[in-house]
């Protein structure tokens, strides 16, 4: 059985938060809204906890899990060093939807570091994971509250129907304002590295601690495509449907849409095409408005793949976004939701 709380960010019931706290402090899971997404939480320090996440999720427990705080001192509980460039990030973007990876202390149990002897730590803003991590007074790891390999949930619906019976605890908060999983930042190396891009971008970070790489992992579509290859294990942000980006000047991008639609429905697929507002008119498939522009892409994204499922759609192609700023945040997921099929027009 889960226990359900459903909780106004603006009108935050303590007693609920009490209630859910209890359950994280007995050493049990409980999700709770990000300004992300949706995070499946236990106590970092506690590997029997930890281990329910991976059981909760089926997720391989190899892949290191993010550690939420509510106040910056506990960062020095949980690192080694804190070194200049973290101070700068924590001071200028905390609370917020960044996550710094540091060198951990033994505290930290290796079944929530992956097995890394580095920990990622992340401060949320959402004032519903404030008020639940202040209660519990625990880091609490939580990566983001999907089975495994599915598009992570930003809307209470979704966790509900995904995740219910799976954990012991739920807040349902509403949606989560950014809609992406926070921006991953290595700050172990000489020069910071992003792991994960989000909505905090190389362009932000750079503003404020100079030259930041991305992990070439990330722009090396080929190797990626190999690194999925050993198992289901690199799978990521996969609907039900087939994803497809169209790539070239918009008017022929709705041009072969309109034309592969036509023949998907011939032999009995359904296809939508997620699209900016703007274009939405230009479609005769059915289509998916993803927004107006980018921040709106971001925060609607997750969902949209996650309704493309319960419209049964067969093929869903996509526009693509410039991949610069939060674009790049928003290709990064599409590339994997797409298992990195491109058709250029
Ligand atoms: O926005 C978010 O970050 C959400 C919310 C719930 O806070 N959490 C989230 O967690 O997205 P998760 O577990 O789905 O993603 C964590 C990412 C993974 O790609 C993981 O491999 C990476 O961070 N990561 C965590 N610890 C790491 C470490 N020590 N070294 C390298 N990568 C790490
Ligand atoms: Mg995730």
């Not at 999700?31 to 329910?52: M, Q």
């Not at 001071?91 to 996550?99: A, D, H, L, Q, S």
């Not at 700023?325 to 099929?341: D, E, H």
């Amino acid at each position: 059985m889960t226990f359900i709380s459903r909780i106004d960010e603006k009108h935050i019931n303590k007693d609920e938060i009490k209630k859910q706290a209890e359950i994280l402090k007995e050493g049990k899971t409980v999700i709770f809204p990000t300004e992300t997404v949706y995070g499946l939480g236990a106590n970092a320090l506690d590997e029997n906890a930890v281990s329910k996440i991976y059981e909760a999720k089926g997720r391989p427990s190899d892949n290191p899990l993010i550690v939420h705080i509510y106040d910056k001192k506990q960062v020095n509980d949980l690192v080694k060093d804190i070194n200049e460039n973290a101070q700068i990030i924590m001071n200028k973007f905390w609370p917020g939807p960044i996550t710094i990876i540091l060198k951990k202390k033994d505290i930290v149990p290796m079944r929530t570091s992956g097995g890394l002897d580095t920990v990622a730590i992340r401060m949320p803003s959402n004032p519903i994971a404030k008020a639940l991590l202040e209660e519990v007074k625990l880091p609490i790891a939580a990566p983001s509250a999907n089975i495994s390999g599915r598009p992570s949930p930003t809307r209470g619906k979704h966790v509900y129907e995904e995740m219910n019976n799976r954990v012991d605890g739920i807040i349902l908060g509403g949606d989560c304002t950014f809609g992406l999983e926070s921006t991953v930042l290595d700050l172990t190396n000489d020069i910071p590295t992003i792991l994960r891009p989000g909505s905090v971008t190389k362009e932000d970070l750079e503003n404020a601690i100079g030259q930041v790489n991305i992990d070439p992992a990330l722009e090396k579509k080929e190797d990626n495509i190999k690194a999925k290859a050993p198992g289901m294990k690199y799978k990521h942000y996969s609907p039900n449907a087939d994803v497809y980006i169209v790539s070239g000047d918009i008017d022929n991008v709705v041009k072969k849409v309109n034309e592969l639609s036509y023949d998907g429905a011939k032999k009995g697929l359904k296809c939508a095409v997620m699209c900016l507002e703007e274009n939405n008119n230009k479609y005769k498939c059915d289509t998916i408005v993803l927004g107006r522009n980018l921040e709106e892409v971001a925060s609607n994204l997750f969902n949209a793949l996650i309704t493309a499922d319960e419209n049964e759609y067969n093929i869903v192609y996509t526009e693509e976004f410039p991949n610069f700023g939060v674009g790049r945040a928003i290709m990064n997921r599409l590339l994997k939701s797409a298992g990195y099929k491109i058709i250029k027009v």
